[in-house]
C-alpha cells in the first residue's frame, strides 16, 4: 500500500491523507464502507463488510445450519448484486490521471455485501424465522448494525392498493448502509407518494440514493470530479 501525493494545505486533505493506492486500485475506507477506483478499466466499487450473528425467532424450533447460514450469506450478495449493480454510472472529469483517462467514459458503479469473521464494517444480526414471518428488519446507525430475518429475501407486499408493488427486504436495507437514512415510506418523507422506489415499498433505483456515495467519491483524489451519470431503474 502507498499513500496519494496531495496538498496538505487542502481543505480535502484529512480525507485524502486516507486514500491508499495497490497496484491499480485506489482504495479510501470511511469507517462503514470502503470505496475502491480500479485504475485499469474506471470501475467504481462499494464493498461493505458485513459480520453475522446468528438467532432464531421463539416460532421457530431448529438453529441455523451451517449450510443454511452460507446459502443465506449467498443469497444476500446476489440480491445485493441484482437489485443494484449494473444500473449506476458515473463520470469523471479533472486533472488527475485518473480523471484525464476515464474523461467522457461511463464509469460503473457496483456494490459488494462481504461477509466477514472480523474487522467488521456492520455487525448484522440475522433472525431464523418461519416462512412468510414479518419481523421489523432495520438499521441502527448508532450501533452499526444491521437487523435482518431469514424471510427478508422474499418478494412481499408493503401495502394494500399499491399497484401490486413488491420488494425484497435486503436491497433496501442496503441503501441504508450507503448512507441514505431515510425511509421514504414514513409519512413525513416529501417522498412518500413514491411508492415504487426501493426506499419506499417497491424496487426501483432513484438518484438520491446515491448523495451520500457521490460526496465520498469526490474526496478520494485530489483534482477529480465525480458526478452521477445515470441511475437506470
Request: aromatic share 12%; with cysteine.
Amino acid at each position: 500500500m502507498s499513500k496519494i501525493k496531495y496538498d496538505k494545505n487542502s481543505p480535502l486533505a484529512e480525507y485524502y491523507a486516507k486514500t491508499e493506492v495497490d497496484g491499480d486500485i485506489v482504495s479510501y475506507y470511511d469507517d462503514r464502507r470502503t470505496y475502491l477506483l480500479n485504475k485499469n478499466t474506471g470501475t467504481i466499487t462499494v464493498v461493505i463488510r458485513w459480520k453475522y450473528e446468528w438467532y432464531k425467532d421463539q416460532t421457530v424450533t431448529d438453529d441455523w445450519t451451517v449450510w443454511e447460514k452460507a446459502v443465506f450469506m449467498r443469497a444476500v450478495y446476489l440480491s445485493t448484486q441484482q437489485e443494484w449493480n449494473g444500473k449506476i454510472t458515473y463520470s469523471v472529469s479533472g486533472e488527475s490521471e485518473f480523471a484525464k483517462k476515464f474523461k467522457g467514459k461511463p464509469l460503473p458503479f457496483d456494490v459488494r455485501i462481504i461477509p466477514v469473521s472480523q474487522n467488521e464494517d456492520w455487525q448484522v444480526i440475522a433472525t431464523k424465522v418461519l416462512p412468510g414471518a414479518d419481523l421489523r428488519t432495520y438499521v441502527d446507525f448508532k450501533a452499526s448494525t444491521v437487523h435482518i430475518d431469514s424471510a427478508d429475501l422474499e418478494k412481499v407486499a408493503k401495502c394494500t392498493n399499491c399497484n401490486n408493488t413488491l420488494q425484497v427486504n435486503i436491497p433496501h436495507e442496503v441503501g441504508h448502509v450507503l448512507g441514505y437514512i431515510d425511509d421514504d415510506y414514513d409519512s413525513s418523507s416529501p417522498y412518500v407518494g413514491d411508492i415504487s422506489g426501493l426506499m419506499n415499498m417497491g424496487m426501483e433505483l432513484r438518484e438520491r440514493y446515491l448523495e451520500y456515495s457521490t460526496i465520498m467519491l469526490n474526496v478520494i483524489l485530489p483534482d477529480t470530479r465525480f458526478t452521477l451519470l445515470r441511475v437506470n431503474k
